[in-house]
C-alpha cells in the first residue's frame, strides 16, 4: 500500500493540505494549474507576476534567456539560471534551483529542489531537497504508448495516465546521467547511482546500485 511518509514529511510543498487529502500523489497532476490560482488568489501580495500566467516570490531571480510557457508559480528565493525552460504547470516551493538547459513540466516541486544542469522532468513531484545530478531524466511516456502503471510493492496500480514520471521523496539523489523509467518511486532519503536505468519503487533509505541490488544508506539523517 501507499504511505506517504516513506516519501515527504510535507515539509516545504507548496500545496500540503491539497497533497494529503489524495490517495496517491500522482492524482494531483491533472490539477496543477487549479492549485496555482488558489495559491495566488489565498496569497495577494505575495508573488509578483513576472510574464503572462508566471508569478514568482520574492527574491526569485530569473535569468533573461530562461524561457516560460506559463501557467507557473516559484516560491521566495528561487534561481531560474540561463537557457532553463518552464514548459507549463509548473507549482515550485522556495529555494527552487532550475539550471541551464533544464527543461520542467507539469510538475510540483517542494523546496530545495535541484536541477542544475541539462535535466527534463515532466509529469513529476519531486520532495524537498531532491537534487538530479547532470543529464538525469525523469521519463514520462511509455516508449510502447498506454497508460502508465504503477508497481508498489506486490502490487500494480493503474494509474489511468498516459503521461507519469516519477515521484521522489524528500531528499532524494539521482546520480548524473540517470534515467527514471515512467512510474518510478523513490522513497525519501534515497541514492540512485549514476548511469542508472530505474523502474518501479525504491523503498526509502536505500541506495540503489543497479537492478536487484539494493543496500542500505548508512548516510547520518540528522
Not at 489524495?22 to 495559491?39: F, R
Not at 508559480?73 to 507549463?88: D, H, K, Q, S, T
Request: with cysteine; aromatic share 8%.
Amino acid at each position: 500500500m501507499w504511505s506517504s511518509d516513506d516519501f515527504f514529511s510535507l515539509e516545504g510543498c507548496p500545496c500540503p493540505e491539497a497533497l494529503a487529502k489524495v490517495q496517491y500523489p500522482w492524482e494531483l497532476l491533472a490539477k496543477i494549474e487549479d492549485l496555482m490560482w488558489e495559491l495566488i488568489v489565498k496569497n495577494p501580495g505575495k508573488y509578483r507576476q513576472i510574464t503572462p500566467g508566471v508569478w514568482v516570490g520574492a527574491g526569485t531571480k530569473v535569468a533573461d534567456t530562461a524561457t516560460f510557457l506559463g501557467p507557473a508559480v516559484f516560491g521566495e528565493n528561487c534561481e531560474i539560471r540561463p537557457n532553463a525552460l518552464i514548459r507549463g504547470n509548473v507549482l515550485a516551493g522556495n529555494r527552487v534551483l532550475l539550471g541551464n538547459a533544464s527543461e520542467v513540466k507539469q510538475a510540483i516541486l517542494f523546496d530545495r529542489v535541484q536541477l542544475p544542469h541539462f535535466n527534463y522532468v515532466g509529469d513529476s513531484i519531486l520532495g524537498c531537497g531532491a537534487h538530479l545530478g547532470a543529464g538525469a531524466i525523469l521519463s514520462n511516456v511509455k516508449s510502447i504508448k498506454g497508460t502508465i502503471r504503477v508497481s508498489l510493492g506486490q502490487e500494480l496500480i493503474e494509474t489511468g495516465l498516459r503521461k507519469f514520471g516519477a515521484i521522489l521523496g524528500d531528499q532524494v539523489e539521482v546520480g548524473c546521467n540517470s534515467v527514471l523509467n515512467p512510474g518510478t518511486l523513490v522513497g525519501a532519503h534515497a541514492l540512485i547511482y549514476p548511469l542508472s536505468s530505474v523502474r518501479g519503487t525504491i523503498p526509502p533509505r536505500m541506495i540503489y546500485k543497479g537492478k536487484n541490488d539494493l543496500v542500505p544508506y548508512q548516510q547520518d539523517l540528522k
